[in-house]
């Protein structure tokens, strides 16, 4: 008996063997460590030791009216942050499960720059147990809209991390997601060093909406990585404003 293969058929083969010659490779070259600590890792398919997972700072109440950061004793009675007194922001509100130091900035990095892009799995978790605790209103908002990347930097990192955490969101809770909706319609210089108002020029009119239509009149969640002074969170948000949307409430990992 004899069999013959098509090319295509020829391919796959070829295909599942280079795959599986490259994860043994793979294996062989980056062994199962962890990704903060790089000791062995004893379980299967976990990125991180539970000694290291109990290390993630979480982000507690009282919050911030405004961007959500955890109240220190002097701004409970105004329920704002000092960094918030000043400034106004065009987001409704603002949440984050976890503070943006230690271990989680080390993974979120990893995330980001490193192309652990399977990560998103375990950090959306944090954001929907979050949603949950705090009773996030997100039954009565009407879409997930993740910060866009500029097409240069999306081509370099492969994906854009904000919409892997806005997918999985979407899918725990039943709503439609918003790719496509927000776009960044010029690259900026990179937001490190640059104080508040210069974040805030550096982001100026970066963001568009590709049809004002699909949002006019809607409630919006707004889903980012990480919320530092809120520049680009809030240019992001003011664009969804001015395109039609009633409320936009931001949600992102860390702050």
Do not use: W
């Not at 997930?144 to 240069?152: A, G, N, R």
């Not at 979407?170 to 496509?180: D, H, I, P, T, V």
Request: glycine share 4%.
């Amino acid at each position: 008996m004899s069999i013959t293969l098509t090319n295509e058929g020829f391919v796959d083969i070829i295909v599942f063997m280079l795959a599986h010659l490259l994860s043994g490779l793979r294996d062989l070259i980056y062994p199962d460590c962890c990704l903060i600590c790089k000791n062995r890792l004893n379980q299967e398919h976990n990125p991180v030791c539970a000694n290291c997972l109990r290390k993630i700072e979480m982000n507690l109440p009282p919050f911030c009216a405004d961007c959500g950061r955890h109240l220190d004793q002097e701004s409970i009675a105004r329920n704002i942050c000092r960094n918030c007194k000043n400034n106004k922001f065009h987001f409704d509100k603002a949440f984050s499960p976890c503070i943006y130091t230690g271990a989680i900035k080390k993974l979120i990095h990893e995330f980001k720059y490193k192309y652990k892009d399977y990560l998103g799995e375990y950090f959306s978790s944090l954001m929907n147990d979050f949603i949950r605790t705090y009773n996030l209103p997100i039954e009565h908002l009407d879409y997930i809209v993740p910060i866009p990347l500029y097409k240069s930097r999306l081509r370099e990192r492969e994906f854009n991390q904000s919409q892997v955490l806005a997918s999985l969101i979407a899918k725990e809770f039943g709503k439609k997601e918003l790719s496509g909706i927000l776009i960044r319609n010029k690259a900026n210089k990179t937001q490190a060093g640059l104080n508040f108002k210069q974040r805030q020029q550096n982001v100026l009119g970066c963001f568009c909406v590709s049809d004002p239509q699909i949002i006019k009149d809607t409630d919006l969640l707004l889903i980012d990585d990480v919320l530092t002074t809120a520049a680009t969170s809030d240019e992001a948000a003011k664009c969804l404003k001015n395109a039609g949307a009633k409320t936009v409430i931001l949600l992102t990992l860390a702050n």
